[in-house]
């Protein structure tokens, strides 16, 4: 039996049926979203990448109180100096 193969210097598009409206299809990191029961409407689209932001937005949102607890310390001024 005899496989081809065929090598291609660059693949343009892939499509994949995704979720239609939220595009969201990888709760690998924010699974307490996950519902077994949800319904979707799935459609042939382009997918978002693993970890792009959609897919992780609690990691967004640390990184934004990090700043905001840097900023509001930074505003404290001691006396004991």
Not at 34 to 44: C, G
Not at 68 to 78: C, F, K, L
Request: include cysteine; glycine fraction near 2%.
């Amino acid at each position: 039996m005899d496989i081809l193969l065929l090598k291609v210097k660059r693949i343009h598009q892939i499509y994949i049926c995704v979720p239609k409206y939220d595009h969201i299809w990888n709760y690998n990191l924010m699974g307490i979203k996950f519902n077994n029961n949800q319904k979707y409407a799935p459609h042939l689209d382009i997918p978002q990448p693993f970890y792009a932001d959609i897919h992780r937005p609690n990691h967004f949102l640390q990184f934004s109180l990090l700043d905001q607890r840097d900023a509001d310390e930074a505003d404290v001024e001691t006396s004991f100096i």
